[in-house]
């Protein structure tokens, strides 16, 4: 169960005769019910992995289980409709995701084709919709009137209504308000505590996910180069630099403090809210 | 979706006939198909597939890229030579079976046809492979531009044939990525009946081509944001020179001209 990538290389293909290099050697457990922040430079392989946990993106090589599927390189068999039910998968650019005429209908596209009855699709969209905070007057306008913050919405609620097990979520805080980040943030936390639900989000902004995530997975070139808690990663910030990637104030402030107090980095939270409570903490002592 | 369509794409790369200019690939294609419609027997038809391969060999790109994109066209290259081999007769009959009879002038038309298909399809690839689609249309543009002195607007052709070439492959990653939308979501093909797939093909089709007016609306609206007008002068981007290769270039296709008409 859970999640396993052993080994798992894939190159892009179509572009010219030139292979470019998708992941290499991948390779990465996971366990379900936890919430994974998935980071890296723009290029390092953040969406092409992401693809490989649904199918829409088969391996070259090595072995992906997941959930109690098996996707293996050698024989390219059929993805199984279930397997697209359970593994979830919000697209990083929403305008890419959304096709049909009315919101409504985009989010009834899922349940329907994973054999729900019209009713049920239809309550599973209302709390879809309700869940990432979309208006209900906006359902019956067609998706590519909204926003750009409403679509985001749309298509993190298209993917939600089919209720998933397992939901990968690429960028689904980019173009969205720090409110609704938090607040998104939030409740997909909340899906990991109270569903059981497996959350992967990838993200540029270490500081929005510091708060949330259980586990963070950090790729440099199709590979894995880091997979850690936060605090973990706190102390190893040197993994951060050679991503690529800019620790976020928080973390360098956390440094600071650490050298400055003379304690362990691994003992101080990672995101700025909690750093400041710890903080003052220490102040009192 | 696995096998994409690919005539019509630029394949990079970095051979001699990448580099030509675009102005000598383009003055090269009706000399070719002058050689193709004077073509009128097998000794012709070898000769110029013998010159087509030399010519694929030298863009660098493997013969099976060529094959592939020829694919789509293959039924109708059968059916060109079915269609001469059923209903010409001439020259010795070759096979005699109840109404089914073959002559050998029927079967040397039908070859000749199908390959006269096949060549300009061959061709048409080497072009598209090793030019990017703005290129072909500018060395296009070049060529038709004395028309401009006898008021044919070449500027706006040249600009409506690099938009529709530099959206063929766009069109096709449009289709692309709403297949894999619909997939991620539970689209599943292979498990419908015959009626119902066409049904969902079709289906396919309206959000493909909302979604390519779209993006040709935003096009327009970027490249005019940053300050593009039709008409205005415009520097180019890459000021093409002519050099000798691409003289010897169309100089080369002088031979299967010369070869067709000759054999
Ligand atoms: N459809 C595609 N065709 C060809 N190459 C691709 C395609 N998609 C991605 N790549 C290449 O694969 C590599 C990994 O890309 P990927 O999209 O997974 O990066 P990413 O980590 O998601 O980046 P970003 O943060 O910018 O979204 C890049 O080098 C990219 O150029
Ligand atoms: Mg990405």
Request: charged letters at 20%; a positive charge.
């Amino acid at each position: 169960m859970g999640i396993s990538f052993e080994e798992v290389s894939y190159c892009y293909r179509d572009r010219g005769m030139t292979p470019i290099l998708g992941l290499d050697g991948f390779h990465l457990k996971l366990e379900e019910g936890r919430m994974i922040a998935v980071l890296g430079a723009p290029g390092s392989g953040k969406s092409t992995f992401l693809q490989h946990l649904n199918g829409l993106i088969r391996a070259d090589e090595g072995v992906i289980r997941i959930l109690d599927y098996r996707l293996d390189s050698a024989e390219k068999g059929k993805i199984p409709a279930s397997l697209r039910q359970r593994v979830g998968l919000v697209f990083q650019y929403p305008e890419l995701q959304l096709f049909e005429e009315t919101v409504e209908k985009d989010l009834l596209f899922g349940p329907l084709n994973f054999g729900r009855s019209k009713d049920e699709a239809a309550e599973a969209v209302r709390r879809a919709a309700s869940f990432v905070g979309l208006d209900e007057e906006l359902l019956a306008q067609s998706p590519f009137k909204l926003s750009s913050g409403q679509m985001r919405k749309a298509a993190v609620a298209a993917v939600l209504a089919a209720d998933p097990e397992i939901l990968a979520l690429d960028e689904p805080t980019a173009s969205l308000d720090p409110a609704s980040r938090e607040d998104l943030m939030q409740r997909l936390h909340g899906l990991t505590r109270g569903q059981g639900k497996t959350v992967l989000i990838v993200t540029h902004r270490l500081e929005e996910v510091a708060a949330y995530a259980d586990e963070f997975v950090v790729i440099k070139d199709g590979r894995v180069i880091f997979h850690g808690t936060a605090r973990e990663l706190v102390h190893r910030q040197e993994v951060l630099e050679h991503a690529g990637l800019m620790a976020p104030s928080s973390m360098r402030m956390a440094g600071k403090l650490a050298a400055q107090l003379g304690v362990q980095p691994a003992e101080m939270p990672a995101d700025a809210a909690a750093l400041a409570d710890w903080y003052a903490g220490q102040l009192e002592l | 979706m696995k096998r994409k369509i690919i005539l019509g794409r630029y394949m990079e790369g970095d051979s001699w006939i990448h580099r030509l200019d675009p102005r000598a690939k383009t003055a090269a294609m009706p000399l070719f198909m002058v050689a193709v419609f004077l073509v009128d027997g097998y000794a012709g038809v070898l000769a110029l597939l013998l010159f087509t391969a030399v010519v694929i060999r030298a863009t660098g790109i493997p013969y099976r890229y060529y094959f592939r994109a020829m694919k789509p066209l293959m039924f109708l290259l059968l059916f060109i030579l079915a269609f001469h081999i059923l209903y010409d007769a001439g020259g010795g009959k070759l096979l005699d079976v109840g109404a089914f009879k073959v002559y050998a002038g029927g079967l040397e038309k039908g070859i000749v046809s199908a390959s006269r298909m096949a060549l300009f399809i061959m061709l048409a690839a080497v072009m598209t492979f090793t030019t990017q689609p703005e290129q072909l249309a500018q060395g296009l543009g070049s060529l038709l531009r004395p028309l401009t002195y006898i008021g044919v607007p070449t500027d706006r052709l040249v600009l409506m044939l690099g938009i529709a070439l530099r959206f063929i492959p766009t069109i096709f990653e449009e289709a692309e990525r709403l297949w894999k939308a619909q997939q991620s979501r539970g689209l599943d093909l292979s498990s419908q009946p015959l009626k119902e797939k066409a049904r969902l093909i079709i289906a396919l089709l309206v959000p493909v081509t909302t979604g390519a007016f779209r993006r040709a609306i935003g096009l327009a609206d970027s490249m005019e944001a940053r300050g593009f007008r039709l008409g205005a002068p415009r520097s180019r981007y890459r000021v093409h020179v002519w050099k000798r290769a691409d003289t010897l270039f169309i100089a080369l296709f002088l031979l299967p001209v010369a070869a067709a008409a000759l054999l």
